[in-house]
């Protein structure tokens, strides 16, 4: 194959899971970004893939162009190179809508949990058959011969506009993206144009009373906790070690399943894989042995013990995902303090959902926060700041910075959860080294 794809914007979480997709299938792949170091560049490097400084000359005549949708002609030298010479490009999400027509394709989406959710269902998948897939943490695994396509579909923008997938779940509806998106009826109507142009089967969790009045084109199938959901999770066993349900679909049962990870929202993730799986006829044992073993993806609950202290780093971004994450945290470490550092991420949503995230944070037992990460896209901050979302929270708020992560030590027996979708793990790393210096003093 003599024709390379370019990526302007390597290391974005998708484009890296989009590229090493493609490398693995057999492609010419190459990318362009800036120098700072992105944690999904590590697995760009280990497959060998060029990652080069943004450069015209990079836009040779063999390459087809894939844009990231943080660049633009006013703030990438190559867009603009491109767009005055003629060169024709796609975004990501325009790529991938054309790409997916060669697979059984199965989408994630969702405001909460699509990335947990993927690669929950793309761990399964391939393991039981050859899949290719694409999940948000930056990881992507790609086959000539596969024939499904396990993907996360992003609202943002509406980017998954040009997907057309076999089956899809949808996690969740929550208001969120407020630079983009006005209202929560905005999102609904975003989620509910995607779930028509789904063609088997949608799966929606049942007690969300927005995906309830989601309509389709294709048959809908509810899950949950609660009676008159068609996938019905029961029997719940949540241990330090992970956690057992029990599922029935319609009142026949389908047996009992074991994940080792934590939070109710983790139980009904996997019931919505199991679901999709059962409708599409996969083998139910096959399903339940290789959920089992699903070790999770990179920024959700992700954990490390440090000279004794355990650290978590996650995602978790909004509301409903810092209640999610602390959830997990109190299952698996019931006998210890939970003590949460997170950094607002954009001006918008803080300033949208500030009395949302002092709710939630207050769900910790002790609260440290980072200042607001702004986002490039953000024109205007708006009138917030980090001492506004402290002054809400029920416990005593603290705010640190980057040099100074000392007042963390104050917790002899906790859990740091560091969570944010900024720069927090500069916050969690600066942790990392006042903990290994402590011990390093004292020997």
Known sequence: MTKTYHFIGIKGSGMSALALMLHQMGHQVQGSDVEKYYFTQRGLEQAGIKILPFDEKNLQADVEVIAGNAFRPDNNLEIAYADANGISYKRYHEFLGIFMRNFVSMGVAGAHGKTSTTGMLAHVLSNITDTSYLIGDGTGRGSANAKYFAFEADEYERHFMPYHPEYSIITNIDFDHPDYFTSLENVFNAFNDYAKQVS???????????????????????????????????????????????????????????????????????????????????DLTLVREHLATFGGVKRRFTEKMVNGATIIDDFAHHPTEIIATLDAARQKYPSKEIVAIFQPHTFTRTIALLDEFAEALSQADAVYLAQIYGSAREVDHGDVKVEDLAAK???????????????????????????????????????????????SNVQ
Do not use: C, W
Request: glycine residues 8%; hydrophobic residues 40%.
């Open 200 to 282: 088997k089967g949608v799966f929606v969790y049942g007690e969300d009373k927005e995906l309830r009045r989601i309509t389709a084109n294709a048959p809908i199938y509810y899950y949950g906790f609660k009676e008159g959901n068609d996938f019905v999770a029961h029997d719940l066993l949540r241990s330090t070690t992970g956690s057992s349900f029990k599922v029935s679909f319609r009142e026949q049962e389908l047996g009992e399943f074991k994940i080792p990870s934590f939070g109710r929202h983790n139980i009904m993730n996997a019931t919505a894989v199991i679901g999709l799986l059962y409708t599409a006829g996969f």
């Open 393 to 439: 929270i029920v416990k005593k708020a603290e705010i640190i910075t980057v040099d100074n992560v000392s007042p963390l030590l104050e917790h002899p027996n906790a859990v740091y959860v560091f969570m944010g979708a900024g720069d927090i793990q500069t916050y969690e790393y600066s942790f990392e080294r006042l903990l290994s210096n402590l011990t």
